[in-house]
């Protein structure tokens, strides 16, 4: 569902900027000027990033394969080297002429941020994928400085300064750099002590919270729905539970600080029903023309034996010249029967638009006769003035909102948020841009359970995913979210910062995909919801595979690259079916001084990397099966590191030791392989 979307055309001419306009290409050995213009380019991604006053040096059209070697400005002297690429890792590490910030850009956020400055790090990489747990390939490296601050190269010649006595006085400045880092930046972590459980075995979830910013973060929060199936028994007594959802009130986190929260469950299998009752739910769409300066109503229907449980208007394109995409107004979308919406929208251009009606459709009855109940619209009209207002609407236990519609005659209205409100809830927050706007909001309630046959009736299994992701400063992004295997989504949801503006989604049945655009100098966070419907119906009945996802938000304006939230699977089997040895090593590389161990899955192991083969270094003999390096057993997300020994290291590099054996610890259990270390 989309209303008024705000100057979207410019989104695309942003773009297209982005695109053509060609930045500081550097190659090893040759010079690039600093970018110092404010429009576009490495100094504006670096103001962007650490704020007024940067200028930046780029490393551009990145091939991780040829990485490696000295990257040199003449003009400025900045000079740069870059060694030990992992192409596979999508690590680096750089030794640079004086001290800078970096940001390493890959993936859809802004990029991954290091400062305070430094002149060298170690296993720099861009975010992390959240689809995989990896790191995302490297699309450019950039370098940030403040010409004449207390990092900055006022001049290459700058050390003849100490000739004047008086020049100790200068550090009375050193608080320059602290506009930049005056930002939080949290990083959330779920992880799931039993990936594989047996019916009725008990999973602890931890929760950890780590502000990674150099400020502190207000009014941090951690909530986490709990998927139907583990059914939640406790909390550390700073959360509380209602139902399946948790919520750790944190309050303030200073920087460097983190906070860790334990939520105990017990696993259930949930049986599909045997008599294989099943729906087929399917995507209707329509495409319309209106012409310039019209108001044009159409219809969307799943006809006489379907439900529309969502829908939504997406604009296309809008004649060249002739106006916008903000010219643009959805004034009605909103369901008028069980099976139909309707839309009415108004173009303002002087050229026609091009718009598509796209809805969700579930069948009225399921394959073995059980009928789905929907209500009558529940809804709630209301006058608002100028501002942001929200509007919550609800349904009653064992139901269901779909359905969500919205009507706004008198003004316009941008909406900030459609979202699920507790399991029977919706809530819906406008922004307003004049006085006396008369909005009516609605919704329909699902009844979880279906209409009987022979006495007996199925439940509808409903799973919810939500993902909340930050968008970088002046990005477009296409963000989805997919249900599991036998599951389909049947309605979305969106809460997004005030200034994000949403260039619609489109259902499909399986996976919703959000385009969103950040028009600011300054990241804003989005939160997407995908409520997805099982296939099949149970008794219960559901899938025995549940995602939980945990999220953190904050009052404070996070540094770009912050990971708002974060998920654990868990994969439920009949009693005596788990295998607590399910975590095991794949795959090693050498990052610095440390041995990165990918494993099957997230879990608290402990882990130990010895040696595959005799080798010597120096005088130094090592014999097969030596220890290189121990890690204590603590919870990891999917990658263990292990700080190995100076030699270990050495010999890894040097090509003595290519291959190691890694034996991890996973609830008593051990699990060893040999694996080959990945190096440049």
């Not at 010249?321 to 009415?344: C, R």
């Amino acid at each position: 569902m989309s209303f008024r979307y705000r100057n979207a055309a410019a989104a695309v001419v942003s773009l297209i900027v982005g695109v053509f306009a060609i930045f500081a290409l550097a190659s090893p050995a040759s010079a690039t000027t600093p970018d110092t213009t404010t429009s576009s380019g490495p100094s504006r991604e670096c103001v962007d990033a650490f704020g007024d006053g940067y200028v930046g040096f780029k490393i551009d059209d990145v091939n991780e394969g040829h990485l490696n070697g000295t990257y040199t400005d003449p003009s400025t002297g900045f000079s740069v080297t870059v060694s030990n690429t992992n192409s596979s890792d999508h690590t680096f590490d750089y030794v640079s002429s004086w001290p800078a910030n970096v940001i390493v850009k890959g993936g859809p956020d802004q990029g991954e941020l290091y400062f305070p400055p430094s002149s060298s790090g170690t296993g720099l990489h861009p975010p992390v994928n959240p689809n995989n747990g990896t790191y995302y390939g490297v699309s450019h490296i950039t370098f940030c400085w403040q010409p004449g601050g207390p990092t900055g190269p006022t001049s290459p010649t700058g050390p003849t300064g100490p000739t004047s006595p008086t020049g100790p006085t200068g550090p009375t400045s050193p608080t320059g750099p602290t506009g930049p880092t005056g930002q939080p930046k949290l990083k959330i972590t779920k992880i799931s002590d039993n990936p594989v459980v047996s019916d009725g075995d008990s999973v602890t979830f931890t929760l950890s919270v780590k502000n990674e910013g150099t400020a502190a973060s207000e009014n941090t929060v951690i909530n986490d729905l709990v998927p139907v199936g583990l059914t939640v028994n406790s909390a550390d007594s700073s959360c509380t539970t209602s139902g399946q959802q948790v919520q750790c009130v944190i309050g303030s986190l200073a920087a460097g600080q983190t906070q860790t929260f334990q939520v105990h469950t017990t696993a259930t299998v949930l049986t599909v029903d045997t008599t294989n009752d099943q729906l087929t739910i399917g995507k209707v769409e329509q495409h319309v023309s209106i012409q310039a300066g019209q108001t044009q109503t159409a219809q969307i229907t799943c006809g006489p034996d379907g439900i529309m449980s969502d829908g939504a208007v997406r604009v296309d394109s809008v004649d060249q010249g002739t106006g916008d995409l903000n010219s643009v107004e959805v004034h009605k979308l909103k369901s008028i029967s069980e099976s139909t919406y309707e839309a009415t929208v108004t173009n303002h251009a002087t050229g026609q638009a091009q718009v598509k009606l796209l809805g969700v459709c579930l069948p009225k009855f399921t394959t073995g006769g059980h009928e789905l109940l929907v209500s009558a619209p529940v809804t709630q009209t209301v006058v608002l003035n100028q501002g942001v207002h929200t509007v919550n609407l609800t349904c009653g236990a064992g139901y269901t909102p779909i359905a969500p519609g919205l009507q706004v005659t008198g003004g316009r209205a941008y909406v900030i948020a459609s979202a699920p409100n507790g399991a029977t809830g919706r809530k819906v927050t406008l922004r307003i841009d004049q006085n006396n706007t008369t909005a009516e909001v609605s919704i329909r309630c699902l009844s979880n359970t279906t209409g009987a046959v022979d006495g007996g009736t199925s439940e509808l299994q409903f799973t919810p995913i939500t993902r909340t992701i930050q968008v970088g400063a002046g990005q477009t992004v296409n963000e989805q979210l997919t249900c599991g295997d036998n599951a389909k989504g049947i309605v979305a949801g969106w809460e997004y910062d005030d200034e994000l503006v949403q260039l619609g989604n489109d259902p499909q049945p399986k996976t919703r995909v959000f385009r969103i655009w950040n028009p600011t100098n300054h990241p804003l966070n989005a939160t997407l919801y995908l409520l997805c419907l099982e296939a099949r119906t149970g008794t219960p009945g559901g899938s025995n595979s549940y995602v939980n996802t945990a999220t953190v938000s904050s009052s404070s304006s996070q540094a770009s690259g912050a990971q708002l939230s974060d998920d654990a699977s868990v994969t439920v089997g009949p009693q005596g079916s788990s295998s607590r040895s399910a975590v095991a090593p794949v795959g090693a590389s050498l990052t610095g001084s440390s041995l990165k161990i990918k494993l099957s899955s997230s879990a608290k192991v402990k882990a130990v990397v010895r040696s595959n083969r005799k080798f010597r270094i120096g005088n130094r003999h090592f014999r097969k099966g030596s220890v290189l390096g121990k890690r204590a057993h603590g919870t990891v997300s999917r990658t263990a590191r292990v700080k190995l020994k100076r030699a270990a290291v050495k010999a890894i590099k040097t090509g003595k030791v290519r291959r190691v054996k890694v034996t991890i610890t996973f609830h008593g259990k051990k699990k060893s392989k040999a694996l080959r270390i990945k190096r440049k």
